[in-house]
């Protein structure tokens, strides 16, 4: 860095805070400085960076599951907000242990991070007592845990629900089932909203109906498929289904066809989570968006303040409201024609929205 800010006539600290892409520095100078760095194949030295400001510049990120693409669309924003600070992402997955999430989270602290990022699968709050005793800064995503003041964010659960229970109620559904999540703080809102839908349109809502599975977050589209094979089997037959998150809804809708049912004329079904792939299913699927970038880069943001911050700011929970995209999986012809939704191919959908607005609250 010396070598670089004596060849530009520029200061060390100028240098590095273009290392480091803060954000008052001219675009002149910054250009001028990356393109040196560029010429001289220039390597920060991390450990030498750690030990004059006593960060790692490492963030761990533990999810259920790496290969859920909601989670995978969360590690992406976030990755993209801490990296524009000069912070890098650490992912492990708990795949839905507590024990192992311990593990992991343990494996991580070890490395020294700066902060962590967590969509839990624990149902008690030992782990993080042993966090916070060690000091280290955390956000929890998705999944709240009761009894735990912490940061937090994610979607309004219940908005999620039932919207879109009223959604295929909307499209002529009136016995509706669902496949529900565990019995975490998403699950049981969900399941929630799903109930408050049926009693608010007049439906009655049966236990029969309802389908739960222990682990939702890997191997969910087979867990869908077993879970709608019992459905199946209800009398009278459901005519639309409600999933906890789109791999569900997908399960589901495989098994809804191999059983010569049409989907939707038949049965509808909306999932949760508007992950993009519907352009690989036979039908496109209809889903609730929880706004993934958004819970990346809101995550960042609080992370980082805390980080960087001298005093620990107050907890806070930042609940983004859902909206509904509608795709083929729901959309009756008859139906279509009087709410005035227009089926879009391949994929493409039309999202209606309750509200744009997010709630923050302090904790």
Same mark, same amino acid.
């Given at each position: 860095?010396?070598?670089i800010a004596k060849d530009l006539n520029l200061s060390v600290v100028t240098i590095s805070k273009v290392l480091r892409n803060h954000p008052d520095i001219a675009d002149e100078t910054r250009e001028r400085v990356l393109?040196?760095?560029? #010429?001289?194949?220039?390597?920060?030295?991390?450990?030498?960076?750690?030990?004059?400001?006593?960060?790692?510049?490492?963030?761990?990120?533990?999810?259920?599951?790496?290969?859920?693409?909601?989670?995978?669309?969360?590690?992406?924003?976030?990755?993209?907000?801490?990296?524009?600070? %000069?912070?890098?992402?650490?992912?492990?997955?708990?795949?839905?242990?507590?024990?192992? #999430?311990?593990?992991?989270?343990?494996?991580?602290?070890?490395?020294?991070?700066?902060?962590?990022?967590?969509?839990?699968?624990?149902?008690?709050?030992?782990?993080?007592?042993?966090?916070?005793?060690?000091?280290?800064?955390?956000?929890?995503?998705?999944?709240?845990?009761? %009894?735990?003041?912490?940061?937090?964010?994610?979607?309004?659960?219940?908005?999620?629900?039932?919207?879109?229970?009223?959604?295929?109620?909307?499209?002529?559904?009136?016995?509706?089932?669902?496949?529900?999540?565990?019995?975490?703080?998403?699950?049981?809102?969900?399941?929630?909203?799903?109930?408050?839908?049926?009693?608010?349109? %007049?439906?009655?809502?049966?236990?029969?109906?309802?389908?739960?599975?222990?682990?939702?977050?890997?191997e969910s589209t087979r867990l869908g498929a077993e879970a709608m094979r019992l459905l199946l089997r209800h009398k009278p037959l459901p005519d639309g289904l409600f999933a906890y998150n789109d791999p569900l809804a997908?399960?589901?809708?495989?098994?809804?066809?191999?059983?010569?049912?049409?989907?939707?004329?038949?049965?509808?079904?909306?999932?949760?989570?508007?992950?993009?792939?519907?352009?690989?299913?036979?039908?496109?699927?209809?889903?609730?968006?929880?706004?993934?970038?958004?819970?990346?880069?809101?995550?960042?943001a609080i992370l980082l303040g805390m980080i960087e911050s001298k005093v620990r700011p107050q907890a806070m929970s930042v609940i983004l409201e859902p909206s509904l995209m509608v795709r083929a999986s729901t959309i009756?012809?008859? #139906?279509?024609?009087?709410?005035?939704?227009?089926?879009?191919?391949?994929?493409?959908?039309?999202?209606?929205?309750?509200?744009?607005?997010?709630?923050?609250?302090?904790?």
């Amino acid at each position: 860095m010396k070598d670089i800010a004596k060849d530009l006539n520029l200061s060390v600290v100028t240098i590095s805070k273009v290392l480091r892409n803060h954000p008052d520095i001219a675009d002149e100078t910054r250009e001028r400085v990356l393109q040196r760095v560029k #010429e001289l194949d220039y390597q920060p030295n991390i450990m030498a960076r750690s030990l004059v400001t006593g960060r790692s510049y490492l963030i761990g990120l533990v999810v259920p599951d790496l290969l859920h693409p909601f989670f995978a669309e969360i590690a992406k924003s976030l990755s993209a907000a801490v990296g524009q600070r %000069g912070y890098s992402l650490i992912i492990s997955s708990s795949e839905e242990n507590a024990e192992l #999430e311990a593990r992991e989270v343990q494996h991580l602290m070890a490395r020294q991070l700066d902060g962590l990022v967590i969509a839990s699968t624990t149902n008690t709050t030992d782990l993080f007592d042993r966090i916070d005793r060690q000091g280290l800064p955390y956000v929890l995503i998705d999944r709240e845990l009761e %009894g735990l003041v912490a940061n937090f964010v994610g979607t309004n659960d219940e908005a999620a629900g039932r919207m879109a229970t009223e959604h295929l109620i909307d499209q002529g559904c009136r016995v509706v089932a669902h496949i529900r999540g565990r019995n975490n703080s998403t699950g049981i809102r969900r399941f929630d909203g799903y109930k408050n839908a049926l009693q608010r349109r %007049g439906l009655q809502y049966s236990e029969s109906l309802v389908v739960a599975r222990s682990s939702v977050d890997i191997e969910s589209t087979r867990l869908g498929a077993e879970a709608m094979r019992l459905l199946l089997r209800h009398k009278p037959l459901p005519d639309g289904l409600f999933a906890y998150n789109d791999p569900l809804a997908i399960g589901a809708m495989d098994a809804i066809l191999e059983a010569g049912l049409r989907v939707p004329e038949d049965i509808a079904v909306i999932g949760c989570g508007n992950l993009h792939y519907n352009s690989s299913l036979r039908v496109p699927l209809s889903s609730i968006d929880q706004n993934s970038e958004a819970i990346g880069e809101r995550t960042a943001a609080i992370l980082l303040g805390m980080i960087e911050s001298k005093v620990r700011p107050q907890a806070m929970s930042v609940i983004l409201e859902p909206s509904l995209m509608v795709r083929a999986s729901t959309i009756r012809s008859s #139906e279509a024609a009087t709410s005035g939704l227009s089926y879009q191919p391949r994929g493409r959908s039309k999202r209606l929205q309750t509200s744009s607005l997010q709630k923050t609250r302090k904790q």
